[in-house]
DNA sequence: TCAAAAGTGTTCGACCTACACCCATGC
DNA sequence: GCATGGGTGTAGGTCGAACACTTTTGA
């Protein structure tokens, strides 16, 4: 039978706290087409191997990560666009994955997702997609907000989350105010405010919030 | 590179406004395993194939259906439960489409979506996954809507396909009250009251609805 | 004390739901 | 007429956006 290949592409998703940025962890290319270019960890799907498996596999491959540092991960979309790897026919399934570790492997770069972009193949659509899942699942979806902001964050971490995975999503994001954030993330039932207050950034300093216990 | 198979299956709605009711186009399996049954349109996917190509000739060779009846068709998801095909390790990329057309093939049945159970493979899961995002898309896309309910519909046609899909996409459905479709459907902007009447239920006539020019 | 930045009070309108009641139809 | 069933009026509640204003912070 032919058929195409089938490659499992992931993006993988990561908040930086220190530099109020959300990343985006790219593998170098060790092989042609586009060697050396900066690329989505991803990898040919084996016939005995569910799509987390490689997910795994192409996360620890391609950019140096634990299975354990995927805090969690989704559907983004099937992509078939012809001409979008010039060795021939691929299919590329795409998975997003939230990543919790700090060290990234030698050929991987963090990259801010508002610098990323003239990726090879179909990437940058496929980083749009991604982050449009991401973003709608953000105050909806407990676990991904979990993976995402951590254990603790502030509003601002919330904030800058949620605009940065906008602007990438659509060229033009609405402009979103950080006005009623507050009231938002107490109204979602499954965060609550520490009596903390976060760093400041030149002015009054946010309020910390953490997942209620109940899971 | 041992790859698994990569199969197209789709699950093909039709509205059947002489019955009121929501069919699944299922083709009879002409080969093992499982031959003899119904089950869903599928077929295994060529390297130089686009997936829109694919899904089109499932519907052909196992439905009957030509490509001009499919109305529109969208996303459901990617499937790889292990053990779903006992022929070996496989890949279902699955897809809705909504027919438009009154005749399937010889090898082919439409049944209600309430009466549908018991299908190979894991196509129970699929059937209930691709009702539902039908059913998301019901009265906020256009596309789907004009595809499923036709240029023109009484008010009963539109709550029987969504309480029907609602049905389908979880065993556990809201009541859905029909007596404010009226509103929505007026509040979409693209669709509007032709001031006709549509055919008796046994009660007062309901209202028939056409979709604007303006696409 | 001032500018910057986050939080709060308040209002507005969109929208959804429910429920009561009215209207049209077939028998 | 009367049961059946769709349509409409109206009220209540939720939700998110917007905007002005207050509070907290660093310089």
């Known amino acids: 039978m032919n058929q195409p290949l089938v490659s499992i592409d992931v993006v993988p998703f990561r908040y930086n706290r220190a530099a109020d940025a959300l990343e985006v962890i790219l593998g170098r290319r060790q092989f042609e087409p586009s060697i050396g270019s ?26 140096g990560l634990a299975p354990r540092d995927i805090a969690t991960a989704g559907e983004v979309g099937v992509f078939d666009t012809p001409g979008r790897d010039p060795r021939g026919p691929t299919l590329s399934i795409t998975r997003f994955a939230i990543i919790d570790t700090d060290t990234v492997g030698a050929t991987a770069e963090a990259v801010p997702i508002a610098e990323v972009s003239g990726l090879p193949f179909d990437h940058d659509v496929i980083i749009a997609m991604a982050a449009r899942r ?29 605009q ?32 903390e207050l976060g760093a400041s950034r030149g002015g009054r300093r946010p309020k910390v919030w953490r997942f209620t216990p109940s899971a």
């Open 134 to 162: 991401v973003y709608e699942k953000l105050f909806t979806d407990r676990e991904v907000a979990e993976a995402l902001l951590g254990p603790e964050f502030d509003t601002v971490h919330a904030f800058t989350a949620q």
């Open 164 to 195: 940065q995975l906008a602007a990438a999503a659509e060229p033009v994001g609405e402009p979103l105010s950080l006005a009623n954030l507050a009231r938002t993330l107490t109204n979602l039932g499954w965060v609550e405010a520490t009596g």
């Open 38 to 63: 900066l690329a989505l960890p991803g990898v040919l799907l084996l016939a005995q191997e569910r799509l987390g498996e490689a997910v795994g596999r192409a996360l620890n491959t391609k950019a």
